[in-house]
């Protein structure tokens, strides 16, 4: 059994307004996942204490890390990491389509490839933005050549984030065209509202997976740690890796 969560960690201020890096470490740290999709990470950034919070959470985990700054301002950073123990490699990293309003948060998608035993794992983690329109943009990007489209995503496959969108919303829609929602394939039905944090009601943080990957458990924990450690709560689901029969293979490569 694998667990990968997901977790829009709000540059580490909680809501209670104190910056503690640490408690969003010990958060992850407790749910003992193999590898963490993290969104909203300030690196160097003065209003945050010039911390690398990439560099921290990552130290304090034990674990290896790819961050990509969706957004940099001369030497400060923001943007979102992928963090495991587990052999991994980096597969891409890139901004996704900006919409032209002025003022909008640039947004990116990072794609690493992580070996599970005989399995290679492709996990993308990617944060959307706001604005409707901007949102199918960018989700059409993830669902093309460039990503879930791309050649090179073969076999098992997570796409996970923030995307500010909700189950039966048009970027819902796009991305279940060529993979399934974790919550839909889930055999039981955990609690999975992830905003706001405090009281949770909408879930806009989300696990998408393609059929290689069995989804055993999906759940967003609510605990007092989590009600204060950011705005969102962390999205967790434990999977195995399908093993494909012969029909399952000749079905693929036809």
Avoid at 97 to 109: F, H, Q
Avoid at 170 to 188: N, Q
Wanted: charged residues 25%; glycine residues 6%; negative net charge.
């Amino acid at each position: 059994m694998t667990r990968i969560l997901t977790y829009n960690v709000h540059r580490c201020v909680g809501v209670d307004r104190r910056l503690d890096v640490g408690r969003i470490a010990d958060v992850v740290a407790a749910l003992e996942p193999d590898i963490v999709a993290l969104q909203e990470l300030d690196v160097g950034r003065a209003r945050t204490g010039g911390v690398d919070q990439a560099h921290e959470i990552a130290r304090r985990l034990e674990m290896a890390f790819h961050f990509h700054p969706a957004m940099s301002v001369e030497e400060e950073l923001y943007g979102d990491a992928i963090l495991t123990r587990l052999p991994e490699r980096l597969v891409r990293a890139d901004a996704l389509p900006p919409y032209p309003i002025r003022g909008l948060e640039p947004r990116g998608a990072l794609w690493i490839e992580v070996d599970l035993g005989e399995d290679r794992l492709q996990v993308i983690n990617t944060h959307l933005g706001l604005v409707p329109q901007e949102q199918r943009r960018q989700a059409r990007a993830l669902a093309g050549r460039d990503w879930v489209g791309d050649h090179r995503r073969v076999g098992p496959t997570v796409l996970l984030g923030d995307f500010n969108a909700v189950a039966g919303s048009a970027v819902h829609r796009i991305l279940t065209a060529d993979l399934a929602d974790a919550r839909r394939v889930a055999p039981a039905r955990a609690p999975t509202p992830t905003f706001p944090s405090t009281f949770p009601l909408v879930q806009i943080d989300h696990v998408f997976v393609s059929p290689e990957v069995e989804v055993r458990a999906l759940f967003a924990p609510y605990t007092q740690a989590t009600r204060k450690a950011s705005d969102h709560l962390p999205l967790v689901m434990d999977f195995e890796v399908r093993r494909q029969g012969p029909a399952d293979a000749a079905a693929a490569a036809s």
